[in-house]
């Protein structure tokens, strides 16, 4: 079997312990960069000591080496707040903070100053933030100047002070007068405990420790939890410094709590699971975007680690090997496999006390079957990995959960570490699936003979040109098996087909065992399909988590001939519009106009102009040759002045009427022309009632 | 040394930035205060690098849980917000007096919204979605699954994360650089409702994606979202020019995967960095108007030869038509250089529908004759262009026939019969004389 792997990839992915949660890394790299990235300083200093300290503390934890040099400036504003009289409390414990980070050189007269600042502050105080500070300040200061006379003698009292702001679910108030309490109040009143304690001479009484680790365990009781075992302390009070997210009140009772375990110098007894759940928590946070959240993560699980070593299994996949893939490394030299790398190693991803690792169960992800493998992980001290170097004989290709634990060497280490018992892990065994007969076949309908076949090679081009009507079906059929030859089911089997205008058709591919078999009868998919006869395209897709050669394969096209739709048949869905189509320019209109009419030569008009006017002509000629005159014209001078004027009337409207062709319109004209007419009567009836009396005396002569 | 200096100046001018330009306002179409409603805090320092890149775009964040009783977003009829950003996908109702109408009234009187599913959405964002045209999976532990296309992991292997690279081609939707790299998505998908014509597929899936349970065997029914049917991230673009962004995953905003390195499954390339940022800094800028916005001003048209618009055309005149189109480039209004915007003259339907030329400085003109119909017109720019907002401009203008002292007087053609009558004039003239003093 060795063997038959020796030609495979295989994959082993790791998953996460259960299934709602990814795989949780240690503190990495990552959040180095994002380190230095979120808190880079303008102009070489920070904007606040509070800044100063956050980004000092963080680059600290995470072993940064100061890349900016900020000790100058750092100092300097040191030096100027702790001179200053005007300073707000926060300020010298903020400028103390970053003075123990970057041991600046102080004056030691401005330090006594502050000295008697802290003292005179912490008798007048009355809030937890008021002793929060003032002691804080103490005890840096005693940290920071050996020569500080900085005891407490009355620190009973002052332990009880703060104590009486204590709530009984284990909650602080932040003053006597503000009835609200909350988880963040809770981390700054142990911080201040702590203090008290350390400071105390003579010592605090016993008793008083006591309680005080009972509130710290009823502190634990509130506290919230997901699902997947994380464990969080949550705020709801919204206070005068704002909201408090879960991630700074859960790192400000961490900080508390580290507090305190370093004041007394005391076993806790905190809930390893619930500090494992801490850990979850700030580590699942992932790299935080803000430079606070950062800072609150980083410091926490640096007192995480403190308090209680945390131990993070980091489990991944690596390594197959295979002589194809010569730049993965090869664990071992006559396996031919390396299976699950397990690194060990605490939150802040420092390694791991001398520990082995051993693979308890493995179960077939999905079934509650579990074989029992108790099999240690052999450790390479070079890479500080924990390396499974055979697989049992019964894992093939699939989805295991394998299940881890770690056993410490030294017994002492049980008490200091926790390490949150099994871990379970979701792994996939990857390999190249074997496919095989593939054909696909169209059968006639009645008899079931076979009418075409064709060979496939999968994965690889195809290109089938079928075609079928509906009484007869298509077959396509493959086996599929593993390495091993055992049979292998993928999750994504599935036949499409679709037609040319874009109407897909999806068919899963079921199996027997080994073969996968469909066959798709035409005769009951007429309805379906719309009764769209046309060109099919086939296209198969079979894919798995587990397979390495997933694969989508277009194969060829059957071209159907199905009956026409019936009346009543359901019309295919609408399809989308392409958008790129639907927003393209329109094509351009132009307005057609109406031809104009046709006309015929100009010369031919004047042609016929010309005919026309021939008769003119031929009657003047006529006139002529009759002999026309104009000799009884009236010679006396009224009658042929009302002649003249009778017709130059006439020779008007002629020439109105000329006009109207010219230029005036209708209404000018028939003004005009009645005009004319009334003359023309006028001087028409003159001149022909003398003509016609002039005719009647002829006659009468 | 410099760097830190402009920074600090970048700062202090957004810090200004909001005092001067307090509002959305046709002029400046930018977005500037926007609701984060959240389902958890922490978020907000997970998905900080997504918040980060809209503060330092000058944007006015307003977090706030989704159960936070003092959520709303209009008050005494006035909205107190220009985009709304849910990334709350498990909410089943929202604190306050938001609700789906609530959301629904927000995006309809003009403004805009960004949504983000996830496996396990609530009822609530899918009814949100289903309003804007998209239906997430009905299958509530379905999730987008693809075993030829998922990013290659050391840590994941149910192929659940997916990297996507099939994007809408859209220089102004997903800004003039190319994403190289590829999106990783992990999460639920959808599919766009064919009838609603506004709504489009931003990133789509592979063709070999399908949305399934992965941790239980298919039944026998095949799966109802597969292929390049699925969208992972969709956008939508509004009547009145609101930007919404439906998304399966809420996961694609996060820090995590802003900041991973990818390489899909089958190809050799390998990035440093998911193409993530990249891919939602630049959906959001056009999501809040720094991109697409055009406006159009100065309609004018008049008769060729004239500069005075007429307030009337007659058939057959022949007309100068001019617009200018300017595109908002986030901070100012620069002209928007396009071969494509035409004009239409139009009466029940165009008569005429020609593609204007530009002088590359934001003017549009062309010249064209008059149809000869005569009616009521509209000069018309209809301008719809992928990722912009849509221009709809219009002007009426009556056109009317030739009055009847317009037509040709003097047709050749005609010569005959006129000359017909002036001869038969002349001869009534001359024969009326002789007629009466012949002798």
Same mark, same amino acid.
């Given at each position: 079997?060795?063997?038959?792997?020796?030609?495979?990839?295989?994959?082993?992915?790791?998953?996460?312990?259960?299934?709602?949660?990814?795989?949780?890394?240690?503190?990495?790299?990552?959040?180095?960069?994002?380190?230095?990235?979120?808190?880079?300083?303008?102009?070489?200093?920070?904007?606040?000591?509070?800044?100063?300290?956050?980004?000092?503390?963080?680059?600290?934890?995470?072993?940064?080496?100061?890349?900016?040099?900020?000790?100058?400036?750092?100092?300097?504003?040191?030096?100027?707040?702790?001179?200053?009289?005007?300073?707000?409390?926060?300020?010298?414990?903020?400028?103390?903070?970053?003075?123990?980070?970057?041991?600046?050189?102080?004056?030691?007269?401005?330090?006594?100053?502050?000295?008697?600042?802290?003292?005179?502050?912490?008798?007048?105080?009355?809030?937890?933030?008021?002793?929060?500070?003032?002691?804080?300040?103490?005890?840096?200061?005693?940290?920071?100047?050996?020569?500080?006379?900085?005891?407490?003698?009355?620190?009973?009292?002052?332990?009880?002070?703060?104590?009486?702001?204590?709530?009984?679910?284990?909650?602080?108030?932040?003053?006597?007068?503000?009835?609200?309490?909350?988880?963040?109040?809770?981390?700054?009143?142990?911080?201040?405990?702590?203090?008290?304690?350390?400071?105390?001479?003579?010592?605090?009484?016993?008793?008083?420790?006591?309680?005080?680790?009972?509130?710290?365990?009823?502190?634990?009781?509130?506290?919230?939890?997901?699902?997947?075992?994380?464990?969080?302390?949550?705020?709801?009070?919204?206070?005068?410094?704002?909201?408090?997210?879960?991630?700074?009140?859960?790192?400000?009772?961490?900080?508390?709590?580290?507090?305190?375990?370093?004041?007394?110098?005391?076993?806790?007894?905190?809930?390893?699971?619930?500090?494992?759940?801490?850990?979850?928590?700030?580590?699942?946070?992932?790299?935080?975007?803000?430079?606070?959240?950062?800072?609150?993560?980083?410091?926490?699980?640096?007192?995480?680690?403190?308090?209680?070593?945390?131990?993070?299994?980091?489990?991944?996949?690596?390594?197959?090997?295979?002589?194809?893939?010569?730049?993965?490394?090869?664990?071992?030299?006559?396996?031919?496999?390396?299976?699950?790398?397990?690194?060990?190693?605490?939150?802040?991803?420092?390694?791991?006390?001398?520990?082995?690792?051993?693979?308890?169960?493995?179960?077939?992800?999905?079934?509650?079957?579990?074989?029992?493998?108790?099999?240690?992980?052999?450790?390479?001290?070079?890479?500080?990995?924990?390396?499974?170097?055979?697989?049992?004989?019964?894992?093939?290709?699939?989805?295991?959960?394998?299940?881890?634990?770690?056993?410490?060497?030294?017994?002492?280490?049980?008490?200091?570490?926790?390490?949150?018992?099994?871990?379970?892990?979701?792994?996939?065994?990857?390999?190249?699936?074997?496919?095989?007969?593939?054909?696909?076949?169209?059968?006639?309908?009645?008899?079931?003979?076979?009418?075409?076949?064709?060979?496939?090679?999968?994965?690889?081009?195809?290109?089938?040109?079928?075609?079928?009507?509906?009484?007869?079906?298509?077959?396509?059929?493959?086996?599929?098996?593993?390495?091993?030859?055992?049979?292998?089911?993928?999750?994504?089997?599935?036949?499409?087909?679709?037609?040319?205008?874009?109407?897909?058709?999806?068919?899963?591919?079921?199996?027997?065992?080994?073969?996968?078999?469909?066959?798709?009868?035409?005769?009951?998919?007429?309805?379906?399909?719309?009764?769209?006869?046309?060109?099919?395209?086939?296209?198969?897709?079979?894919?798995?988590?587990?397979?390495?050669?997933?694969?989508?394969?277009?194969?060829?096209?059957?071209?159907?001939?199905?009956?026409?739709?019936?009346?009543?048949?359901?019309?295919?869905?609408?399809?989308?519009?392409?958008?790129?189509?639907?927003?393209?320019?329109?094509?351009?209109?132009?307005?057609?106009?109406?031809?104009?009419?046709?006309?015929?030569?100009?010369? &031919?008009? /004047?042609?016929? @102009?010309?005919?026309?006017?021939?008769?003119? +002509?031929?009657? =003047?000629?006529? !006139?002529?040759? *009759? $002999?026309?005159?104009?000799?009884?014209?009236?010679?006396?001078?009224?009658?042929?002045?009302?002649?003249?004027?009778?017709?130059?009337?006439?020779?008007?409207? &002629?020439? /109105?009427?000329? @006009?109207?062709?010219?230029?005036?319109?209708? +209404?000018?004209? =028939?003004?005009? !022309?009645?005009? *004319? $007419?009334?003359?023309?009567?006028?001087?028409?009836?003159?001149?022909?009632?003398?003509?016609?009396?002039?005719?009647?005396?002829?006659?009468?002569? | 040394?410099?760097?830190?200096?402009?920074?600090?100046?970048?700062?202090?001018?957004?810090?200004?930035?909001?005092?001067?330009?307090?509002?959305?306002?046709?002029?400046?179409?930018?977005?500037?205060?926007?609701?984060?409603?959240?389902?958890?805090?922490?978020?907000?320092?997970?998905?900080?690098?997504?918040?980060?890149?809209?503060?330092?775009?000058?944007?006015?964040?307003?977090?706030?849980?989704?159960?936070?009783?003092?959520?709303?977003?209009?008050?005494?009829?006035?909205?107190?917000?220009?985009?709304?950003?849910?990334?709350?996908?498990?909410?089943?109702?929202?604190?306050?007096?938001?609700?789906?109408?609530?959301?629904?009234?927000?995006?309809?009187?003009?403004?805009?919204?960004?949504?983000?599913?996830?496996?396990?959405?609530?009822?609530?964002?899918?009814?949100?979605?289903?309003?804007?045209?998209?239906?997430?999976?009905?299958?509530?532990?379905?999730?987008?699954?693809?075993?030829?296309?998922?990013?290659?992991?050391?840590?994941?292997?149910?192929?659940?994360?997916?990297?996507?690279?099939?994007?809408?081609?859209?220089?102004?939707?997903?800004?003039?650089?190319?994403?190289?790299?590829?999106?990783?998505?992990?999460?639920?998908?959808?599919?766009?409702?064919?009838?609603?014509?506004?709504?489009?597929?931003?990133?789509?899936?592979?063709?070999?994606?399908?949305?399934?349970?992965?941790?239980?065997?298919?039944?026998?029914?095949?799966?109802?979202?597969?292929?390049?049917?699925?969208?992972?991230?969709?956008?939508?673009?509004?009547?009145?020019?609101?930007?919404?962004?439906?998304?399966?995953?809420?996961?694609?905003?996060?820090?995590?995967?802003?900041?991973?390195?990818?390489?899909?499954?089958?190809?050799?390339?390998?990035?440093?960095?998911?193409?993530?940022?990249?891919?939602?800094?630049?959906?959001?800028?056009?999501?809040?108007?720094?991109?697409?916005?055009?406006?159009?001003?100065?309609?004018?048209?008049?008769?060729?030869?004239?500069?005075?618009?007429?307030?009337?055309?007659?058939?057959?005149?022949?007309?100068?038509?001019?617009?200018?189109?300017?595109?908002?480039?986030?901070?100012?209004?620069?002209?928007?250089?396009?071969?494509?915007?035409?004009?239409?003259?139009?009466?029940?339907?165009?008569?005429?529908?020609?593609?204007?030329?530009?002088?590359?400085?934001?003017?549009?003109?062309?010249?064209?004759?008059?149809?000869?119909?005569?009616?009521?017109?509209?000069?018309?720019?209809?301008?719809?262009?992928?990722?912009?907002?849509?221009?709809?401009?219009?002007?009426?203008?009556?056109?009317?026939?030739?009055?009847?002292?317009?037509?040709?007087?003097?047709?050749?053609?005609?010569?005959?019969?006129?000359?017909?009558?002036?001869?038969?004039?002349?001869?009534?003239?001359?024969?009326?004389?002789?007629?009466?003093?012949?002798?």
């Amino acid at each position: 079997m060795a063997r038959d792997l020796g030609i495979l990839i295989i994959a082993v992915l790791v998953l996460a312990a259960t299934c709602e949660s990814a795989v949780l890394s240690p503190v990495s790299e990552s959040h180095r960069s994002a380190a230095l990235e979120l808190f880079s300083p303008a102009d070489g200093s920070y904007g606040s000591l509070e800044e100063t300290y956050e980004a000092l503390k963080t680059f600290k934890v995470l072993g940064i080496e100061k890349k900016h040099d900020i000790r100058t400036s750092s100092c300097a504003s040191v030096a100027d707040t702790l001179k200053s009289t005007s300073s707000a409390l926060k300020d010298f414990v903020d400028a103390l903070r970053v003075n123990s980070i970057l041991k600046c050189e102080l004056n030691s007269e401005a330090v006594r100053g502050t000295q008697s600042r802290f003292k005179d502050s912490l008798n007048g105080a009355n809030s937890l933030i008021d002793f929060y500070y003032s002691i804080g300040g103490l005890v840096l200061l005693k940290e920071q100047m050996s020569e500080v006379d900085v005891n407490l003698g009355d620190a009973d009292r002052i332990f009880r002070s703060i104590k009486a702001l204590g709530q009984s679910d284990g909650r602080w108030r932040l003053s006597s007068n503000n009835p609200e309490s909350s988880n963040n109040a809770a981390g700054i009143a142990l911080e201040a405990l702590a203090g008290v304690i350390s400071l105390a001479t003579p010592q605090i009484g016993n008793s008083l420790i006591t309680t005080l680790k009972n509130d710290i365990l009823k502190l634990f009781d509130g506290i919230e939890r997901y699902d997947d075992g994380t464990y969080y302390f949550d705020e709801k009070h919204v206070g005068a410094r704002g909201h408090q997210s879960p991630l700074s009140s859960s790192a400000s009772v961490v900080r508390g709590i580290a507090a305190v375990a370093a004041a007394t110098s005391e076993t806790l007894n905190l809930p390893g699971e619930k500090i494992l759940g801490l850990a979850k928590f700030f580590l699942g946070v992932g790299v935080p975007g803000s430079a606070q959240d950062l800072y609150h993560q980083i410091d926490a699980l640096s007192y995480l680690e403190n308090i209680r070593q945390v131990l993070w299994k980091l489990t991944f996949f690596r390594a197959l090997y295979n002589k194809a893939h010569p730049d993965l490394k090869i664990y071992s030299s006559d396996l031919d496999f390396v299976a699950a790398l397990v690194r060990v190693s605490t939150v802040l991803g420092s390694p791991a006390p001398t520990l082995s690792v051993r693979l308890m169960q493995i179960f077939v992800s999905g079934s509650k079957d579990a074989s029992v493998i108790d099999q240690e992980l052999k450790f390479d001290a070079v890479s500080g990995m924990h390396v499974l170097e055979t697989l049992p004989k019964n894992i093939d290709v699939g989805s295991y959960v394998f299940s881890f634990e770690v056993i410490f060497h030294n017994p002492e280490h049980k008490k200091t570490y926790v390490s949150g018992g099994r871990t379970r892990v979701l792994v996939h065994i990857t390999g190249v699936i074997k496919i095989d007969n593939a054909e696909i076949v169209i059968l006639d309908g009645d008899r079931g003979s076979v009418e075409t076949q064709k060979k496939l090679k999968l994965p690889g081009d195809n290109t089938v040109a079928l075609s079928a009507n509906h009484l007869q079906k298509l077959r396509l059929s493959f086996d599929l098996s593993t390495p091993f030859g055992n049979a292998f089911k993928p999750h994504q089997a599935f036949l499409k087909l679709r037609h040319e205008n874009g109407i897909d058709h999806i068919f899963l591919v079921g199996n027997s065992g080994k073969k996968f078999e469909i066959i798709l009868d035409f005769l009951g998919l007429v309805e379906k399909f719309f009764y769209l006869s046309g060109r099919y395209n086939i296209q198969l897709t079979v894919g798995d988590a587990d397979m390495e050669n997933s694969f989508l394969q277009p194969l060829g096209f059957v071209e159907l001939d199905l009956p026409d739709a019936p009346e009543k048949a359901t019309r295919p869905p609408p399809q989308a519009v392409d958008p790129y189509s639907r927003y393209g320019p329109k094509a351009e209109i132009t307005h057609i106009f109406r031809a104009p009419e046709k006309r015929p030569a100009k010369e &031919l008009s /004047l042609t016929f @102009l010309g005919l026309i006017l021939v008769p003119f +002509f031929g009657f =003047l000629a006529g !006139l002529v040759q *009759l $002999g026309a005159n104009l000799k009884s014209f009236p010679k006396s001078t009224v009658p042929s002045t009302f002649a003249i004027l009778f017709h130059l009337g006439i020779a008007a409207v &002629l020439a /109105l009427y000329a @006009l109207f062709w010219l230029k005036l319109d209708l +209404f000018t004209t =028939l003004k005009a !022309l009645g005009l *004319l $007419g009334m003359f023309l009567m006028f001087v028409g009836h003159k001149t022909l009632s003398h003509l016609a009396s002039t005719s009647s005396k002829l006659k009468s002569v | 040394m410099a760097a830190p200096k402009v920074a600090f100046l970048l700062l202090n001018l957004i810090s200004i930035l909001p005092l001067l330009v307090s509002s959305f306002s046709p002029d400046r179409p930018t977005d500037r205060r926007i609701l984060v409603v959240l389902d958890d805090l922490s978020l907000k320092s997970s998905h900080s690098l997504f918040f980060s890149s809209l503060k330092s775009r000058g944007f006015d964040l307003d977090f706030k849980l989704a159960d936070d009783p003092a959520i709303a977003v209009k008050r005494y009829g006035q909205y107190m917000y220009d985009g709304l950003i849910l990334l709350s996908p498990s909410t089943e109702r929202f604190g306050g007096s938001l609700d789906v109408e609530g959301v629904l009234d927000f995006v309809d009187s003009g403004h805009d919204l960004i949504v983000s599913a996830d496996a396990n959405a609530s009822d609530l964002i899918r009814n949100i979605a289903a309003e804007c045209g998209v239906d997430f999976d009905e299958d509530p532990s379905a999730v987008i699954v693809d075993h030829s296309s998922y990013a290659v992991s050391e840590t994941e292997g149910d192929h659940t994360l997916i990297a996507a690279d099939d994007f809408i081609q859209s220089d102004v939707i997903l800004g003039n650089k190319k994403i190289e790299a590829t999106v990783l998505f992990k999460g639920i998908g959808h599919s766009l409702n064919p009838a609603n014509s506004m709504v489009l597929k931003a990133l789509s899936a592979s063709p070999s994606s399908y949305s399934t349970n992965p941790s239980s065997k298919l039944s026998s029914q095949p799966p109802s979202l597969y292929g390049t049917a699925i969208s992972l991230v969709s956008v939508v673009q509004a009547r009145n020019a609101a930007r919404i962004m439906i998304s399966g995953s809420l996961d694609m905003f996060s820090n995590r995967l802003f900041r991973a390195g990818v390489q899909k499954s089958g190809s050799l390339n390998k990035y440093e960095k998911s193409g993530n940022e990249q891919f939602i800094t630049e959906l959001s800028k056009w999501i809040f108007h720094e991109r697409g916005h055009l406006k159009a001003v100065n309609l004018r048209h008049n008769k060729v030869g004239e500069s005075e618009e007429p307030s009337m055309y007659r058939i057959n005149d022949d007309l100068e038509f001019s617009v200018e189109i300017f595109e908002w480039s986030g901070s100012s209004w620069v002209p928007h250089v396009s071969k494509d915007v035409q004009v239409q003259f139009y009466m029940m339907s165009p008569y005429v529908l020609k593609t204007l030329s530009t002088n590359g400085k934001g003017l549009y003109h062309t010249s064209f004759k008059v149809p000869d119909v005569y009616g009521v017109f509209q000069f018309k720019v209809e301008y719809q262009k992928l990722g912009y907002t849509s221009l709809s401009l219009s002007k009426q203008i009556p056109v009317r026939p030739f009055k009847h002292n317009e037509y040709e007087r003097f047709i050749t053609t005609a010569f005959p019969y006129y000359g017909a009558s002036f001869s038969m004039m002349a001869g009534f003239f001359i024969f009326s004389g002789v007629y009466l003093y012949n002798k």
